[in-house]
């Protein structure tokens, strides 16, 4: 299950309620070296661009624009589908990877098969033509109006 490869470095990125924990369990299991936390990043996009993937580890996830995030600065992913919108998302393998289900094992093994290949460049064109302002924005009208029985907007 493991991924015991000295070369690899993770970030994380945050500081939630589980920070302490997860400083405390990195040192306990002697991977210590290898993790750098890097507490809450008032500019995370930074961190994203300097990464050779980002992980998106999540067992539930609302529509993950942290993603969307990732790959915007050039970045491919590794994930779990997780309940929300990584499915909708990871559709094109320029992105990256997606894990058969939300289990270590299955995250583990993902990140091997991504390490083992080449790695991919996210298009960016494709990124702004379906997730764009303009495109999500169209998405939410159109999803409100549907709640509120009016007919869709018309287009032009």
């Not at 299950?1 to 470095?9: G, T």
């Not at 993790?35 to 998106?56: C, K, M, R, T």
């Amino acid at each position: 299950m493991a991924i015991n490869d000295k070369r690899l470095n993770l970030v994380i990125i945050g500081a939630g309620p589980l920070y302490d924990e997860l400083v405390s369990l990195a040192s306990r299991l002697g991977v210590h070296k290898q993790i750098h936390f890097a507490g809450f990043q008032s500019n995370p996009y930074e961190w994203f661009a300097a990464a050779d993937y980002f992980v998106l580890s999540s067992r539930v996830e609302g529509f993950p624009n942290v993603v969307l995030e990732a790959l915007a600065c050039g970045t491919p992913v590794v994930a779990t589908p997780c309940p929300g919108g990584i499915k909708e998302i990871m559709t094109r393998p320029d992105y990256g990877w997606l894990a058969c289900d939300t289990s270590v094992a299955a995250l583990a093994d993902t990140l091997r098969r991504a390490l083992a290949g080449s790695r991919p460049t996210p298009s960016l064109e494709d990124l702004q033509t379906r997730f764009g302002v303009e495109q999500i924005v169209a998405r939410y009208e159109a999803l409100f109006r549907s709640l509120a029985n009016l007919p869709p907007a018309a287009a032009g």
